[in-house]
């Protein structure tokens, strides 16, 4: 989708973060942008920096777990700015315990906010997206980790079962998406970003809903050592960007991960050289 001036984006998630760093890459790519978070105030004030672009923001609450509310959201976007051409789907959750801890509650919420969000995202968008009579793109954030399965390390010294478990079928997810919806024009990424200054731990914890377990204490910014390996979430807007006019599947933003990718891959096709030795040996 190489002509971006003057279409009009949907972020979902979009008040901070990854989020809010898309929403200004889009705002400056020249596109008009409704930013939906389920904060009134975050969603207020990205808005206001998107205006500073020189293009229309506009912020709406939504609950991006709940069809009614997403429907909604579509509803006012389309009578506000007429057609959806970018939908970005960032709503997510980060879940630190070990997997052999987690209960029932701990994945039914992992995978609510971390894929059901965007199945829901995208079934309440799509005839929108399909009405724009020409190109429209779908972003679908998940992470590096849905690309790699890493233990606890020093900088990174969180259980991320859950999460990577519901990266993967986002990745999965939207490498299949792609597939239904290329013949009809409609092109979808995923974003794969390494570690981004957020607020994903707070936001994690204070808006865990009661059903899922409720609130819990927020653990505060990282250690300032590990803040300042983060990128800015300035800095990914404009890759989102890029990929939405190339159509690239996968969005990476940090390239220095692809050693860990590389030894992922190996290790896959050395269990497949072991497949083919065994049989071989006529196993
Ligand atoms: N920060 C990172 O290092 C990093 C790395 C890889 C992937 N990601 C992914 O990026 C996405 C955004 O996370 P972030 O790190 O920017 O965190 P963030 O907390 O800064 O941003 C998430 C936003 O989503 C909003 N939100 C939460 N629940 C919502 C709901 N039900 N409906 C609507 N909005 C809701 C929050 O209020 C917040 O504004 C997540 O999917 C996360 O997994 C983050």
Known sequence: ?????????????????????????LAEAGLDVVVADI???SADAVAAEVRERGVRGRA??????????????????VSAHGHVHVLSNNVGVMIDRPLTECTDRDWAWGIEFNLM????????????????????????????????ALPPGPT????????TVTKH?????????????????????VLCPGMVKS??????????????????KEPGPPPPEVESMMMAPETVGPIVVAAIRE??????????????????????LDDFAFAASERGRGR
């Open 39 to 41: 904060e009134r105030a």
């Open 60 to 77: 709406t609450v939504v609950d991006g777990t709940d069809p009614d509310s997403l429907a909604e959201l579509a509803h006012t976007a």
């Open 247 to 268: 159509n690239r599947l996968h969005v990476f933003t940090h390239p220095e991960a692809r050693p860990a990718v590389e030894a992922r891959q190996a290790a896959l």
């Open 117 to 148: 969000s965007i199945v829901r995202g995208v079934a309440a968008f799509l005839p929108h997206l399909r009405g724009a009579g020409d190109e429209a793109h779908i972003v679908n954030t998940a992470s590096l980790a849905g690309v790699l």
């Open 169 to 189: 079928a986002i990745v999965a997810y939207s490498e299949m998406l792609r597939g239904e919806l290329a013949p009809e024009g409609i092109g979808v990424s």
């Open 156 to 163: 990174m010294p969180v259980h991320l079962g859950i999460y």
């Open 199 to 216: 607020n994903l731990a707070n936001t994690s914890a204070r808006n865990r809903p009661e059903r899922f377990g409720g609130p819990t």
């Open 1 to 25: 989708m190489r002509d971006l001036k003057g279409k009009q984006a949907v972020v979902i998630g979009g008040g901070s973060g990854v989020g809010r760093g898309i929403a200004l890459g």
